[in-house]
């Protein structure tokens, strides 16, 4: 990067962390750390749900989503309004009136100890992998596109987050996330911005959306039915996304620990409420336009030469590999077809006039003569990485949009833009370490321990706690490679292991009051069970189910399972394990 670019990246991270700590000033016990003493407005609360959701995941990986993709991942949050909605009327009256800390408390007290430690015990496992994996997804790549180191880009990302995490606490977390949308969104526009401003200058926005169209990009609606009938397998269809959908963020936002801390930070339940619904409101137009950026992405590559493999850290190490000499060749042929696909691309746009004409059918058969040989170049490459000897990463899905930045805008905004992925990362990971903290404070140390802590006893073990959660993290960072074809794809199939199980134990909790916690906790344990059999059934090619489908028969499975061991048995409350 530029030296401006590097000032612009520099005064973005420092002026954040000044900002969260000034912000930061609450009572220093658990209700000031955690909770942010229960006094944050909804406004607040809504800009803390986004920014805990909208990782440098989301900012990073969708994008490239949708240009190898289409639009059609956005189908994946229809379900999130209405599990807003129900969380609305169930679940934030409960959380508020028994001013709880964690969500988890309330399960000791609908079920027994048991039942809470383990759905404890089963967000900290799926969060503290998660985090690892959203502090190392944008380091990963960072690392790749900007030659830096990729542990000490992982030391670098994760100290920080610590450091003000620790410092600050919930209300640091609330605040921060409230500058860092506004920054990540004014760059996220910007980039979009730039990315028609490049185009030919015949070609605007609405030539863009229908070049894209044409290739397929703009699939915003898929209902997952062929020839053969419904395809459990298709992972972002209308079905899946309600239903799915539906299931996946009435856990996240219901039971984890993540999320429920930030609506617990407001004033009152209908703080809460209007912090949630409006969430539901903005989130699915929100992803469709970071989507959209994609798409808008894909079109300019059609006008402009395309990588023909955007991991260009992966291409070096062909280069040094058996294959060097067949890349070289490979490369050459490739950069004079992509020549030849930009002239002909230019030519149409500025002749449309002569659409149908025969000189206008031999541009189109250029262009689709380097579709074939970019199709074909691209599987050729992936082959060569996927051979063991090479042991390369395949997929570049993650680095589409990066590569784009670094490539093609001006300096100064590259800073920006990378910036963006730092506080998009901090904006969720931070969100995350707090509530990792608070878990174990509230649901393991405080309740299993005989000593009595004092209230500063306890706000200094909350802090190491958190210190201890960001090590753990920053540690499977380290070890998180090729995570996958995309990370936002990664991070939500690890939370659908889990998330559905979770939520059964909370619908049976809410909605069945004659399942005792024997019945439910058993339940639990049988169902998780079965969900990770299905995903390794899956990954090995025997099943075919769609991970949004996990979080579906996650919690029926417990809800109905609980209900029928509960009327079999006849068990009261406490009689067995």
Request: charged letters at 15%; hydrophobic letters at 50%; one cysteine or more.
């Amino acid at each position: 990067m530029s030296r401006p670019d590097w000032i612009v990246l520099i005064l973005t991270l420092a002026g954040i962390i000044a900002y969260g700590l000034y912000k930061s000033r609450t009572s220093k016990d658990l209700d000031g750390y955690f909770l942010s003493n229960r006094s944050v407005p909804w406004y607040i609360v809504l800009m803390s749900i986004m920014g805990t959701q909208a990782s440098a995941v989301t900012f990073l990986s969708a994008p490239g989503q949708a240009y190898t993709d289409g639009m059609r991942f956005v189908q994946y949050y229809f379900g999130l309004p209405l599990a807003m909605v129900v969380l609305c009327i169930s679940f934030v009256p409960v959380f508020h009136k028994l001013r709880i800390y964690t969500a988890y408390e309330y399960l000791e007290k609908r079920f027994d100890l048991k039942t809470r430690t383990l759905t404890s015990f089963l967000f900290l496992l799926q969060r503290g992998l998660s985090t690892g994996i959203s502090i190392a997804a944008p380091s990963i790549i960072l690392s790749s596109l900007l030659g830096w180191d990729l542990f000490w880009t992982n030391i670098f990302m994760g100290g920080l987050l610590i450091i003000y995490t620790v410092t600050g606490g919930a209300k640091a977390v609330a605040y921060t996330q409230q500058l860092q949308l506004i920054i990540i969104f004014g760059g996220m526009f910007l980039a979009a911005y730039m990315v028609v401003h490049l185009l030919p200058a015949r070609v605007g926005f609405f030539d863009a959306l229908r070049v894209s169209g044409k290739a397929g990009k703009l699939n915003v609606i898929t209902t997952g039915v062929s020839a053969h009938g419904f395809d459990w397998n298709n992972q972002y269809n209308l079905l899946s996304g309600i239903i799915g959908g539906f299931f996946l963020a009435l856990s996240y936002f219901g039971t984890d620990q993540s999320q429920v801390g930030r609506y617990l930070t407001a004033k009152s339940i209908s703080e809460s409420r209007l912090g949630l619904l409006i969430n539901g409101l903005v989130k699915v137009p929100m992803q469709f336009l970071i989507l959209l950026i994609g798409v808008l992405v894909f079109a300019f590559y059609q006008f402009n030469r395309e990588p023909v493999f955007f991991n260009q850290s992966q291409i070096t190490r062909l280069a040094g590999s058996k294959y060097k000499d067949s890349l070289v060749v490979l490369r050459h042929d490739y950069e004079m077809t992509q020549a030849g696909k930009v002239q002909a691309m230019g030519w149409m746009a500025t002749n449309a006039d002569q659409k149908g004409q025969e000189v206008y059918k031999e541009a189109e058969s250029r262009l689709q003569s380097a579709e074939t040989q970019k199709i074909q170049s691209r599987a050729t490459l992936k082959r060569w990485l996927s051979d063991k000897e090479v042991g390369g990463d395949p997929n570049d899905t993650n680095y589409i949009f990066l590569r784009f930045v670094v490539d093609n805008l001006p300096r100064g905004l590259i800073g920006l833009l990378i910036a963006v992925i730092f506080l998009a990362a901090w904006g969720s990971i931070a969100a995350a370490l707090n509530s990792l903290a608070s878990c174990t404070i509230v649901d393991f140390h405080k309740r299993f321990s005989k000593r009595t802590l004092s209230v500063e006893k306890e706000y200094q073990l909350s802090k190491r706690y958190t210190v201890l959660w960001g090590f753990f993290c920053v540690l499977v960072a380290q070890l998180a490679y090729n995570i996958g074809n995309s990370l936002i794809e990664a991070v939500n199939v690890l939370g659908s292991l889990f998330y559905g199980v979770i939520l059964g134990i909370f619908l049976v909790a809410f909605y069945l009051k004659k399942v005792g916690g024997g019945a439910v906790f058993i339940s639990a344990l049988i169902i998780e069970a079965m969900v990770l059999a299905i995903h390794v059934l899956n990954q090995r090619g025997v099943l075919h189910l769609s991970f949004l489908w996990l979080n579906v028969v996650g919690a029926v499975g417990v809800v109905l399972l609980s209900a029928g061991i509960q009327g079999i048995r006849g068990v009261k409350e406490g009689s067995w394990l």
